[in-house]
């Protein structure tokens, strides 16, 4: 079974500009939630994606934002990219039935932002 | 809201030896314990999960325990190798699938 996946692994933008990271999840899971890694904050939750409804969400700014897909592919949106959003964006799936709440990250993009 | 707390921050062993790392959290209403392993500039790979109404789960050479009531659980890492030197973060799941991240713990295994 293939593992979660993340489009594109690097990502080099210049401040001000907008950027739209990828997640597939693993077949048949549902939920999907992205988090921003940075050595000062640690692993910091964004959001979290299940059946195309965004059902929570972290404290960041609304230049944050994300969607899902009918296929549960999710995506994750940044405008006017600052400094400090650089980061490694992970994604993790989980099927979120019952007790199965377990998470499998992705890969990450890693985002610079100059 | 939510803090889970790592201890220690980074530790240097040679090999063979037994280790436990310490993870803290301060909310006991969780679904559940994860634990990771992140080598550099790589993804989380997941260790073990704990369900909220288990105390323990082995794989390998490792061991988990979960203290719910007291807000503690521990990984244990039996014959450390060289291949074990990562960061190892702990997660606890709360309502909202969202999981609260320690800062982790950095392990340096010596040959």
């Known amino acids: 079974k293939a593992g979660v996946t993340q489009t594109p692994r690097y990502l080099i933008k210049t401040r001000g500009q907008q950027v739209t990271l990828s997640c597939s999840p693993i077949?048949?899971?549902?939920?999907v939630s992205w988090y921003q890694q940075t050595p000062g904050q640690g692993l910091q939750f964004l959001f979290e994606?299940?059946?195309?409804?965004?059902?929570n969400k972290g404290n960041f700014p609304g230049r944050f934002s994300g969607r899902q897909f009918s296929n549960s592919r999710s995506e994750m949106n940044v405008s006017t990219l600052e400094l400090g959003d650089s980061a490694l964006y992970l994604c993790?799936?989980?099927?979120?039935?019952?007790?199965?709440?377990?998470?499998?990250f992705g890969p990450g993009t890693r985002l610079t932002v100059t | 809201k939510q803090e889970v707390t790592q201890i220690p921050a980074a530790l240097s062993v040679p090999e063979g030896e037994n280790l436990v790392l310490n993870c803290s959290f301060t909310?006991?209403?969780?679904?559940?314990l994860q634990w990771f392993r992140q080598d550099p500039g790589k993804g989380l790979t997941s260790l073990l999960l704990?369900?909220?109404?288990?105390r323990e789960q082995t794989s390998g050479r490792l061991n988990a325990s979960l203290d719910k009531s007291s807000g503690r659980s521990t990984l244990y890492i039996a014959a450390s190798q060289p291949g074990d030197s990562a960061t190892y973060l702990c997660?606890?799941?709360?309502?909202?699938?969202?999981?609260?991240f320690g800062g982790g713990t950095r392990l340096m295994v010596k040959p």
């Open positions: 704990i369900q909220s109404s288990q």
């Open positions: 993790a799936s989980s099927l979120n039935v019952r007790t199965a709440y377990e998470q499998y």
């Open positions: 077949s048949g899971h549902r939920s």
């Open positions: 994606y299940f059946s195309e409804t965004q059902r």
């Open positions: 997660a606890v799941l709360n309502a909202g699938n969202m999981l609260t």
């Open positions: 909310d006991s209403a969780i679904y559940n």
